[in-house]
Structures are given as structure tokens and as C-alpha cells.
């Protein structure tokens, strides 16, 4: 178990540094201790005229620019970069739910106001509003085309959709509580829905039908991620087509971790947790599982044994995304949206995506050049992947 605690920073801090007397707060948390604060301020520069960034003494300053500022912890020697994003877009009325993006900059997000919106993430510009769920829409993904939508809520229906007309030729119907996660299969001839009513079933897009249940029996099922294996079989009915070498793994209401080969329809191993999985996500074989103890428990794919726990937060985990280079994002309840590596060379490393003033990170989608970051003050935020990434060099 790592020891580093959670240093957090104003949400405007990035406006505050650039006036000659500005202040902002920070402060560190180690795991049931008291929060110690501190203040940044500045000052001018008598030798030059530039400003100037003072810390607490607990810290210690690198550097900064117009996005980030990055500081030691001096008793720790946990190293923090604060990012500040791009842009902020207020596309929905809302507390967000869900974001996915695409690399021809096209996304879609979906609202508590029970909106599906595609959008334009260069111009802000909304192009679409998709309506037909009766209810919210709790995720929505893109296909690897760019150009079609899966969306999942609370009707128990999950609808795919054309991102450039908005017709919704494809419904998929068959679940009998609300749909919380959604997998692609391959180009996404398949895919693959996760459900509270505590099945995971695989769908034929092209005839609207269910082939056949992953998963059944576990209690509600809140997140599903899927890898590949090199055990491969033959699939005999060629409406079911990618599944032949995919692990499918979910996490539940109940704590439990569950891994099953899709084609074979098997489990192949299953983990009890502490707390509720709220999200999970695959890194080669590594399984990353965010859980509401605010645990960060990393689970090897061969076998579910669990390898590692990072337990820096009490707060739940509501979000997680993929980056490149065995990067990963995870957004918390409390706004907090944090960077790590799997690396070992990185692990006293951590990016801090700030901009949520303690409102939760719903949803991350991450298109390469970009991460965005859905959050319950109805914004969607975006920032750019190469402020953080220098930090993992």
C-alpha cells in the first residue's frame, strides 16, 4: 500500500497566479488524518517585474505555465502536477452523465435532464439532440468509426445511433432494470451491456437481438471493461463476431469482481471487494477496479489475484479512463480527478485535472489528443493529454 496523501488546489488557481497579489489555497490528506492547509501567493519580482509563486514551506515549487504548476511534497516525496483545462464546456443544462469523444472531434455526452447531445468539441457547438429514452441516458460511447452512437439508461434499453442524421435505427431491448455500462465489440458488429438487473448480455446490433447472457445471477451490475485473450476458439454462428479470444470483466453492487470468456460463456475467476465497484478498466493484464471505499485495487487478468491497493482517498470512485503508456485517469465524488501510471518509475508521481470546485466526475473519455472530464456541475472539461503526459517522461 502506497502512503502519499491527496494534495488539492483551489479550482481557479490558474487565474489566481497570473495577478500580482493573488492567493489560492492547497492542501494535503493523508488517509484518516486531518486535511493540512496551506496558500500559494504571489508576489512581483523586484529584478525582473515577474511574478512570483510562493509556496508553504511544505512544499517545494518546480515549475509552472499557463496550464499547470507542478510542486514536491516535501515529506512525502510525492511529486504533483496541477492541470488546469483547456477549455470548459457547457454543453448541458445538467449534472453530467456520461462523455465519449472520437478523434474527428465529434462527441456525445448525456445529462440529468435525461439530454443525449452530439457536439462539436472544437466550436462547442451542439449538432444533435438525440431523444428517445424514456428517462436517463447513464452511458453513452462511440463506435470506432466515430460516427455511431451507443447510448444505455434507465428505460433498460440500449440505442445506437447515427451520429451525423441522429435516426435511431437499432434498439436493443431485453434488460429489465437500468442499463449502467456498455462494451464494443471489435468494430462493433457486437456488443456487450451490463445491468442492475445482474446480466450481461451480448447483442447482434445488425438484427436488434440478443444472442445470449455473459453473465447472470450476481446482483446489480455497475461496470463492465473487456480485453483479449490469447486462448481463442471458434465461434459456430457467424452472427456473433470479435468473441472468440475477449475476457469480459464486471464489477457489481455487491463488491464482487467477476472475469468470463465471452465465447466460451465461462467464468473464469471471481474477487470479493470491500465496498461496491463503480468502474473498472483493463491496462495489458492488469485489471484497475475503482470501488466506493475509495480503494484503487489493481487484479492481475490471468488469474484475479489481487496485486495492489491504492488507498490514498476515502472518497468513492465514480470514473475511470484508459490513457497511453499504462496511464490512467479516475475521476471521484468529490471533483477530485487524479493521473497515475502503472509504472514503477512513476509511482510517487500524480496529475491533478483540476477545475471541479467538489462537484463529481461522472464520466472520462480520452480520444488521444484530449481528456475530458463530465462532471455534476454540468460541465464537460477538456484538457490537453500533452500537459500530461511530460510529466510521465
Not at 456520461?98 to 457547438?125: M, P, Q, Y
Not at 462494451?183 to 445482474?198: H, L
Request: proline fraction near 3%; charge should be neutral.
Amino acid at each position: 500500500m502506497s502512503n502519499f496523501p491527496v494534495i488539492t488546489i483551489q479550482c481557479d488557481w490558474n487565474d489566481v497566479i497570473r495577478l500580482p497579489k493573488g492567493e489560492a489555497w492547497i492542501s494535503s490528506k493523508y488517509l484518516n488524518k486531518s486535511s493540512e492547509h496551506g496558500k500559494v501567493t504571489t508576489s512581483i519580482n523586484k529584478n525582473d517585474g515577474k511574478i512570483k509563486i510562493n509556496l508553504p514551506n511544505e512544499y517545494q515549487y518546480i515549475s509552472h505555465s499557463n496550464l499547470s504548476l507542478v510542486v514536491k511534497h516535501i515529506d512525502s516525496g510525492l511529486k504533483v502536477a496541477f492541470v488546469a483545462p483547456t477549455r470548459a464546456h457547457n454543453i448541458h443544462k445538467h449534472a453530467v452523465l456520461s462523455v465519449a469523444t472520437a478523434e474527428n472531434a465529434i462527441a456525445v455526452s448525456s445529462c440529468e435532464g435525461d439530454k443525449l447531445l452530439v457536439w462539436d468539441s472544437r466550436t462547442n457547438e451542439p449538432l444533435l439532440d438525440l431523444k428517445g429514452h424514456g428517462g436517463p441516458v447513464y452511458k453513452c460511447r462511440l463506435f470506432p468509426s466515430g460516427i455511431v452512437v451507443i447510448s444505455a439508461g434507465a428505460d433498460g434499453s440500449s440505442r445506437i445511433w447515427s451520429a451525423e442524421t441522429g435516426i435511431n435505427p437499432v434498439t436493443l431491448k431485453g434488460h429489465v432494470m437500468s442499463v449502467a455500462d456498455i462494451c464494443i465489440v471489435d468494430k462493433g458488429r457486437n456488443v456487450i451491456t451490463v445491468s442492475k438487473d445482474g446480466s450481461a448480455k451480448l447483442w447482434d446490433v445488425g438484427e436488434s437481438k440478443c444472442l445470449d447472457n455473459i453473465l447472470e445471477g450476481h446482483g446489480p451490475i455497475n461496470c463492465c471493461a473487456l480485453s483479449t485473450t490469447s486462448e481463442e476458439i471458434q465461434v459456430e454462428n457467424e452472427r456473433e463476431v470479435g468473441t472468440g479470444n475477449k475476457l469480459l470483466v464486471v464489477g457489481c453492487e455487491s463488491g464482487m469482481v467477476i472475469c468470463a470468456h465471452v465465447a466460451k460463456r465461462e467464468e473464469l475467476w471471481r474477487l470479493q471487494l470491500q465496498s461496491p465497484c463503480n468502474s473498472c478498466i483493463i491496462i495489458d493484464n492488469t485489471v484497475i477496479v475503482g470501488c466506493s471505499d475509495g480503494k484503487i485495487v489493481h487484479i492481475s487478468l490471468k488469474d484475479g489475484s489481487s496485486t495492489k491497493e491504492l488507498h490514498e482517498s476515502a472518497n468513492p470512485v465514480l470514473s475511470m479512463a484508459v490513457l497511453t503508456n499504462q496511464m490512467f485517469v479516475v475521476g471521484r465524488q468529490d471533483g477530485n480527478c487524479t493521473v497515475f501510471s502503472l509504472q514503477g518509475a512513476f509511482e510517487n508521481v500524480r496529475v491533478q485535472l483540476t477545475g471541479s470546485d467538489c462537484d463529481g466526475i461522472r464520466d472520462i473519455s480520452f480520444n488521444g489528443k484530449w481528456i475530458f472530464a463530465g462532471c455534476r456541475d454540468s460541465n464537460v472539461r477538456k484538457y490537453d493529454f500533452n500537459q500530461v503526459t511530460v510529466h510521465f517522461k
